[in-house]
């Protein structure tokens, strides 16, 4: 770096001759328009094109002029940084996109008829129809997931961070590991397996089973984090004055941790809830209400998106209910995200990082 | 969880004496404590029992199929198993598992990167803050709605980017297009990109909060550039933990189904090209030849599963260990 | 830690919000929206609309199977379903996915383009105490070869062009061979895209069937529900390839007659008769008069002609069945099978068909079928 110190021209100075702030203002709506200009002379009809033309415009433009006024070392510096911003819109239209999309398109056939019946006998390529039994469906088999999967993840943490030594506890943490790794469609491949063993029709509580092996070491993982930020002296303290060790993590432990595990828990939740994989596999799909996750085939609402989409046969209805779908389960796992996230703001440890 | 990229190492705190750990282990005296550590052991033990019950599970099922294969199961490009000389085999299935990946991980990595340094070093104060949230957020959103979008949206928007590829690139074979219908491996790869992008970010961010503010002024105070501070200490210092999380996003990205089966035109061959549709993963194969598999079929399905469980797995455990030795790297720093 | 006990009370609340939440969602939905009569629960108002026999018919019936009659069981199911209360769950997940879960006694018929194999006979055995599965002949129905080429509205092929252009041989529209066959129609300089099935089909099976018949020469291939020929591309089951064809300029694929709307079109073939036939009902049912029966016992698999020539007469047509138990249906599901069988099977489930694309089965094979109905047990 210092070879560039010395070779830089402007010694006369303090300060660098530097462009003004505007400056990458100025370069990205340069670019913005030529890259929309030499599209339109060569004929190419994509925004993608457009967007990428301009894109590289700017990374060069802005090299080009701050090499000129300002030397090489702060050019690399503005290309860093017009890279950055590239990178960083380049990875924002899709997701907007995604989001715009699904809401516009979503909209058209949410309301309040939509929520509350059942496709019934209305054909795929029809138009009507709603997802109340998929939203039946879902409810019931992460609502059973959850019961199986999040007491074995926080006591399984609790093992491995209270009690767990020796090789049980460290195969424990490896195979939690490896668990987090299962692609969802072996989880429902094993689930499916027994199945075929027993016997038994598909039914609702067969995909909770599958839900809840992917929910296990998530869960596992997020408990472990946030019981090792509960300090020591607070189990000393209780140990101390002759509290039971079970009763010391139950009273000292879990509460000063709850907001964390609660967090984690509602995490994996809003994970599980958008998987379809598994559940195509075992629950059969219903375009029926089946309040019962026991017996029978259920629906659920990431399988309903995707049989709407695969049975759709082009039919704009079926797109649109399926839209409409996408948002609700979308709209479902961020309200869970976000009021994970305020707990977790609302009972932040006051202590560790 | 952002936080996983943490040591897996107990800290210090919850080290306990001696005397505590022997009791422990003796079991403890009151029946509440007995009760408790058994519920808790138990259920350690359950989560190893189902990873063992999964295991032995697909391998017999595995070799049930394998050995009535009438062909090479690791060469054969083909997968027919419903009639009386089944013959199947993965080679495609490798083949586009590992290209969609790696597309996705060429993609994603350097953006995920520039995102990270974007929320972390570069976006005004007041922007940071949203956008990071926007981007936890997105990582949430199911794979299915991915598909959806993949399929509806982002397939139609390729055909211009394909014939720019084929004009400027076709020479190479790779980037050739016979004008298909742009569902092809690099679509897959794209939108596997976007999916994983918001995961690497997040743990990519995370990592680059840490590094200390000192290696940072010091840099500073020597009259870096801010690029020059970058390359010089957050790099250098992030370098394990975006490794690592690259690997949790290939992991995510190996074993994506739903959205690789709406948006792929599935075939039984090997494309030279990248544009033209064809080829598989091995998700993509499972939840598309399901439904039509008789028992037979189902378990040559769940042999190609258990290939992708041990890959996953591999992959799974060289980010565990580079986790690892990230850990001993940044207590060094502490 | 004085704030704990409030706390735990606030999410024990929360907790309490949920679950009665929930327990308020299941009961405030409903199934009913087929229009006029209720769906569920009460048949005894909307029976008289028609003459369909519930019989004891009760509950809800599983059933997979064919795509390809997909549309036909929805139709059916809904008037069906109105009458009787029974909910059907037919999911169209292919012929082979609804063997499989027929021969797995997953559901209580399933739906299939084609008759059972000895294989599937020997394993519907185990599910079907003292009888076997059999097949019943239910709707037949041209198999539509769709095509999106802009500006072309009324295109002819034959079997040897098909099959170049599914092989990947011919490769634009503009190509002599098709042009020969379409005198005075311009045809664009376009790629042309085959799509076929990605998932084992017996559409499939039956159009492949129908090349190996009429073009060997062209057609290579053993056939079978599995898509053979290398290029082209593919989609899931006959909504996904339809789907497909009409979001692709230059696209062709097929699939039933049913899926051949909002602006898809339907080649018509020239099978050697003095004009090009066009899929329909009509020419459909007189290729479909020609079948045989060919099953054994009580079982009432057909063989087509692929070959035929007669005026009008459209060669690519499927029949497609029913597979239920003869003897050994289970207890639960029998009287709604039966009864929900012997409508489909009866005058006016028939008469359904041809205004949704399908074909009805000729008047001396459905009897045979309606005899057959009666006798499950």
Known sequence: MSTAAVTDKRHSTLRAASLPRWTPWVIAAGSLVLGIGISMAAGLDSQVQWGLIAAVLFVLGTFGVAARVEGRRQAKDRVATSLVWVAFLLAVVPLVSLIWVTVVRGVKVLDVYFLTHSMGVVADTEPGGGIYHAIIGSLEQVGLATLIGAPIGVLTAIYLVEYGRGRLAKAVTFFVDVMTGIPSIVAGLFILSLMLIFEMQPFGFAGSLALAILMMPVVVRSTEEMLKLVPNELREASLALGVPKWRTILKVVLPTSVGGITTGIMLAVARIAGETAPVLLLVFGNPFINNNPFEGAQASLPLYIYQQFANSAGSGAAFDRAWAASLTLIAFVMILNLVARGIARWKAPKTGR | MDISTTTDVPPPASQPTIAERKRAARGATRPGDRIFLGLSRGSGILLLVIMAAIAVFLTYRAVLAISKDHANFLTTFEWNTNVLEPKFGIAVLVFGTIVSSVIAMVIAVPVAVAIALFITHYAPRRMSGPVAYVIDLLAAVPSIVYGLWGALVLVPHMNGLFGWLNDFFGWTGVFSWDEGAPRSMLTVGILLAIMILPIITNVSREVFRQVPQMHEEAALALGATRWEVVRMSVLPFGRSGVISASMLGLGRALGETMAVATVLSPSFDIQASLLNPGGGTFAQNIASKFSEANEFGRDALIASGLVLFVITLLVNGAARLIIARRAEYSGANA | ?377
């Open chain 3, 1 to 377: 830690m004085k704030l704990q006990r409030k706390n735990r009370l606030r999410a024990l609340s929360l907790g309490a919000v949920a679950v009665t939440g929930a327990l308020a969602l299941t009961a405030c939905g409903s199934d009913d929206n087929g229009g006029g009569g209720s769906a569920s629960g009460n048949p005894s108002t909307s029976a008289q609309a028609s003459s369909i026999k519930c019989d004891n018919a009760k509950g809800q019936l599983l059933a997979d199977g064919s795509s390809a009659q997909k549309n036909a069981i929805d139709a059916w199911v809904k008037s069906f379903s109105q009458a009787c209360g029974v909910q059907i769950n037919y999911k169209g997940g292919g012929s082979g996915a609804g063997v499989t879960a027929f021969t797995q006694g997953q559901v209580a018929f399933a739906g299939s383009d084609s008759p059972l194999k000895p294989e599937e006979v020997t394993a519907s055995k185990q599910i079907c105490k003292g009888g076997q599965g059999i097949d019943l002949p239910m709707v037949g129905g041209p198999i539509a070869i769709g095509y999106n080429v802009p500006g072309v509205d009324n295109l002819v092929l034959d079997a040897p062009t098909l099959a170049k252009i599914f092989d990947s041989k011919i490769t634009k529209w503009n190509d002599p061979a098709i042009a020969a066959l379409n005198k005075g129609v311009k045809l664009p300089d376009l790629k042309i895209q085959a799509f076929h099935r990605s998932d084992e089909s017996g559409t499939t099976d039956n159009f492949t069937k129908y090349l190996i018949a009429t073009t060997p020469d062209n057609w290579k291939y053993s056939g079978g529900k599995a898509w053979q020929a290398k290029g082209g591309q593919s989609a899931p089951q006959s909504a996904g390839v339809a789907q497909q064809v009409k979001q692709t300029s230059g696209a062709i694929g097929y699939f039933e007659l049913s899926y051949v709307k909002d602006g898809l079109k339907a080649v018509s073939i020239n099978t050697g008769a003095s004009k090009p036939v066009a899929p329909s009902s009509e020419s459909a049912t007189a290729d479909i008069a020609a079948a045989q029966v060919v099953g054994t016992g009580k079982d009432l698999s057909l063989k087509l002609d692929y070959k035929t020539k007669a005026e009008g007469a459209y060669p690519i047509t499927l029949v497609t069945y029913e597979i239920a138990c003869d003897k050994g249906n289970k207890a639960d599901t029998l009287p709604a099978t039966k009864a929900f069988l012997r409508y489909i099977a009866s005058e006016d489930g028939q008469k359904i068909l041809p205004s949704i694309g399908y074909a009805p089965v000729p008047a001396d094979i459905i009897s045979k079928v309606r005899t057959t109905i009666e006798g499950l047990s």
